[in-house]
């Protein structure tokens, strides 16, 4: 499978490709050959320009430079049509799905043949195109609803639905620009299996990721970016991945190459008391979630975890003040602020990372001085008076933060949807720790972000915990939890299944409270000594 | 009251609805495509003048019509230009063409015809009366009153129902107004999705106003149109930009239009102008209140650029 690609043409070959966007050289001189039937790896850290060549390889971008081959054909995609037409599917790293159709329409927008008249007259099979949709999910074991609308599934779902759609022209090279990054570790299992099966079935993949061990599980080859460049490519054998040193070394060397040092290690955290700051009883939300009682002290971070879907966002939008709890109390430092508006809870002191920054956290054509001052703006330090806005100190403060998160960009001024995925991510969570709030609500801080960025995020939660904050942190990410968490609460149904503290930490523990099965020891033996986890 | 609400009253209503459908037709297009059209009523005037001065021209009115087709295209391709292809704001553009539309054809009256204000009668469009239809039952009497042309209004409603909602063209045109970035990935072109659709909503909105002026009048008057694009856009609103619906509401201001005129010559009591103003009151009170939250296409109003 990781035979030399050299001797073989490649299914593609990338050849000096070159991108500017003004002052960002996103991509220089790049080289990429691709085997066919791999599944080749793009690593590299957040804006180091893999989203760019990937989206040159299927035309939605133009290159300055460089050369395109597909299986040794040279190709010059004008649009992703031509890109889909040539066997190409691509799965972007933001949803590229319309939340007001159905899944079938979806599927089958843009890909009618025959003639304009024929379009423009003929009705559209959409029962047949349902029919082939529900076979193929069925073949993968999606199990996704061709006639539901897509705004009512679940993130999971969606990332199916988008892969359903990068295959559904019979794509023989597939494009996965981080499909897993919203994903559960159950469901990011689940389409392992899937991409191993379209390796098998002869088909090349390129897989963009920041997860080491999704990488060393699946890629036959990866090649590292950094700064716009190519700094190196690595083979992945079949060896590698199950001899527990070299795997060790492989990975070391990847994340290397990737962000030239090592992460540094997280500090000792110290148990600490601190008085009681976010207090929650009986809350429900009348349908998803609750009753529910919940407390955080000040030096704390509570894990909350579970499978998607069970009352994690609903916990965080009644928190937030997002909507109105049906039932029960919430109280920020013995003030009871059940009926307080999210802008009253922010002045109170607490922050929020939004889980899904497309939805709730950034206004994609607003610049990013103006994304990193909203819910500052209706007080100090922007606004020394109602009708005033002090515009200069909202640049600094923005170019503060993207000195101090590493944001890559030339400018505040800019707008936020020049950022790549994981830069977007950074100034989110930098504005939100600013705040220094007294409760961070933190809904998977880390989504998008590579190793280093993410690394850098943990600090810092554990800095706001070390001054005395509580932390709420939402992940799907057990590795995260388990580094972070003193305290972790399983939510199943809405309501909370089980808690334990950071000693008690027991992965299999977990496993059956997320999933409701019989807890089959109970209380006989003493809590299994926790599983050590790296975070990646 | 039997003799108030007669055959003649719901014909007239149908008469009266036709020149706000197709301008209604035009700019549901244009805006599930993406692009804001508040320009609809520049774009009848220019239609409206267009048919009249081809008609006066050449003599022959359907020639007329083929010159409102054309000053539609113009006005729509300019629209789209400045909208779409220079990615420019799409109110500030719209606007343009009302000012320019309502500007140009006032002050080219005087040029062509030498007098200011209204043109001398040309031409119109014959509206030949439907064979047959008496007979039918119910309905037979109502159409009876209508002319092919009306008809082909109406069928046209049910055309762009067709292809909005059932075919593949009208897929691509939607999903470029739920989201560009979505169908640009998907591979629709939405640059020229988009220009088309602005194009043929100047078309549609052109043929609105050539229906006022060459087939239930003939001739042109500065400002004829008299905010109908604006109503359109308000049945657009209201219907959700729904075709049922929004044809639907053209019915109702169609109607309060033909009950306004009507009670002109039943009462002389109230003020014409109040009765007039009848459809607007409507339609502001309708949209204040039982329209609620009318959210239209999500990527409406946003310019789609590339990198
Ligand atoms: N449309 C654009 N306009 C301006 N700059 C852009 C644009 N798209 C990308 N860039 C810049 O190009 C660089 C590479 O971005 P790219 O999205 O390819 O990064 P990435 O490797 O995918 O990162 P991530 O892991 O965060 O997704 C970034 O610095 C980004 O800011
Ligand atoms: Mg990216």
Redesign the interface.
């Known amino acids: 499978m990781s035979g030399a690609p050299e001797n073989q043409i490649p299914a593609i070959h990338l050849a000096g490709i070159d991108k500017r966007f003004g002052a960002v050289h996103a991509n220089r001189a790049i080289d990429l050959r691709v085997a066919p039937g791999s599944i080749h790896g793009l690593l590299g850290e957040n804006g180091a320009g893999k989203s760019t060549l990937m989206k040159i390889l299927f035309g939605m971008i133009h290159a300055d430079a460089g050369t395109v081959e597909i299986d040794g054909a040279p190709v010059s995609f004008r649009s992703s049509a031509e890109a889909l037409a040539a066997g190409i599917g691509m799965v972007q790293q933001h949803f590229s799905l319309i939340g007001a159709f159905s899944v079938v329409e979806n599927l089958i927008m843009g890909r009618a043949q025959g003639s304009a008249l024929s379009r423009l007259t003929r009705k559209l099979d959409l029962p047949a195109a349902a029919a082939r949709a529900a076979e193929l999910s069925e073949r993968f074991g999606f199990g996704i609803d061709p006639w539901a609308k897509v705004s009512t599934l679940s993130v999971g779902a969606r990332q199916k639905v988008e892969i359903l759609k990068a295959l559904w022209g019979g794509a023989r090279t597939l494009v996965l620009d981080e499909p897993t990054a919203a994903l559960s570790p159950p469901e990011a299992d689940e389409l392992y299996a899937v991409l191993e099966k379209l390796r098998a079935e002869g088909r090349t993949i390129v897989l963009i990721s920041h997860k080491m061990p999704e990488v060393m599980r699946l890629c036959d080859r990866v090649t590292v970016l950094r700064d716009g460049a190519v700094v190196g490519n690595a083979e992945i054998s079949a060896r590698d991945t199950t001899d527990p040193k070299v795997r060790a070394e492989l990975e070391a060397r990847m994340v290397d190459m990737m962000i030239g040092r090592e992460s540094p290690a997280l500090p000792d955290r110290a148990p600490q008391e601190g008085p009681l700051i976010l207090d929650v009883r009986g809350l429900s939300d009348g349908h998803r979630l609750g009753p529910l009682d919940l407390q955080l002290h000040g030096g704390e971070i509570v894990a909350v975890v579970g499978v998607e879907g069970n009352g994690q966002s609903e916990l965080v939008d009644l928190l937030m003040g997002l909507s109105k709890p049906t039932d029960g109390l919430i109280a920020i430092d013995n003030r009871n602020v059940t009926d307080w508006s999210t802008q009253k809870r922010l002045a109170a002191g607490i922050a929020h990372i939004s889980e899904d920054r497309h939805a709730s956290g950034v206004a994609n054509d607003m610049s990013l001085a103006d994304n990193a001052s909203i819910g500052y703006l209706d007080g100090e330090p922007f606004s020394p008076g109602p009708w005033y806005l002090a515009w200069r100190d909202r640049v600094r403060f923005t170019e503060v933060l993207i000195e101090r998160h590493k944001v890559r960009t030339p400018s505040a001024l800019l707008p936020m949807s020049s950022l790549s995925g994981g830069n977007q991510q950074k100034l989110v969570v930098g504005r939100e720790l600013a705040r220094s709030p007294r409760l961070m609500v933190a809904a998977q801080p880390t989504r998008g972000l590579d190793i280093g960025s993410a690394s850098a995020v943990h600090h810092a939660l554990l800095g706001l915990r070390e001054r005395g904050a509580a932390v709420l942190l939402l992940s799907l990410d057990l590795a995260e939890v388990f580094a972070l968490a003193d305290r972790l609460v399983v939510l199943r149904k809405g309501q909370i299944a089980g808690a334990m503290t950071a000693a008690e930490f027991d992965i299999d523990q977990i496993g059956r409270w997320m999933s409701g099965a019989q807890d089959t020891t109970p209380d006989t033996t003493p809590a299994t000594a926790p599983r050590k986890q790296e975070v990646a | 009251m039997s003799d108030f609400f007669t055959i003649a009253l719901f014909a007239s209503a149908l008469h009266l609805a036709v020149p706000i459908i197709l301008p209604m037709l035009g700019g549901l297009l244009c805006e599930r495509s993406g692009v804001i059209n508040i320009g609809l009523e520049g774009m009848m005037l220019g239609g409206a003048f267009g048919a009249v001065a081809f008609s006066y021209v050449t003599g022959n009115p359907w020639l007329g019509l083929l010159g409102a087709v054309g000053t539609g295209l113009l006005s729509g391709v300019i629209l789209a230009t400045m909208s779409v292809l220079l990615r420019g704001d799409q109110v500030i553009g719209a606007t343009a063409i009302n000012l320019v539309g309502a500007g140009l054809t006032a002050a080219l009256v005087p040029i062509i015809w030498g007098i200011d204000g209204t043109t001398p009668s040309v031409p119109k469009v014959p509206t030949p009366e439907l064979p047959f239809v008496g007979q039918i039952p119910l309905v037979g009497p109502l159409l009876a009153e209508l002319s092919a042309i009306d008809l082909v209004a109406f069928a046209l409603v049910g055309a762009v129902w067709?292809?909005l909602m059932?075919?593949?063209?009208g897929?691509?045109l939607?999903?470029c107004g739920?989201?560009a970035?979505?169908?640009?990935?998907?591979?629709?072109?939405v640059t020229r999705v988009r220009f088309i659709a602005v194009t043929l909503s100047g078309v549609l909105a052109a043929l609105g106003g050539a229906y006022l002026s060459i087939v239930t009048l003939d001739l042109f008057q500065a400002s004829m149109t008299q905010g109908r694009g604006f109503l359109a856009l308000a049945a657009m609103v209201f219907g959700k930009w729904r075709v049922g619906p929004a044809f639907l509401v053209c019915l109702g201001f169609g109607l309060a239009d033909a009950i306004a005129l009507r009670a002109q010559i039943f009462t002389h009591d109230l003020p014409h102008d109040l009765l007039f103003a009848l459809p607007y009151v409507l339609a502001l009170v309708a949209l204040a209140t039982f329209v609620g939250r009318a959210t239209g296409?999500?990527d409406v109003g946003?310019p789609f650029r590339?990198?």
């Not at chain 2, 059932?166 to 063209?169: G, I, K, Q």
């Not at chain 2, 970035?181 to 072109?189: E, L």
């Open positions: 067709w292809v059932r075919t593949d063209m897929l691509r939607r999903a739920e989201s970035a979505a169908a640009d990935a998907a591979g629709i072109d296409p999500a946003k590339r990198a």
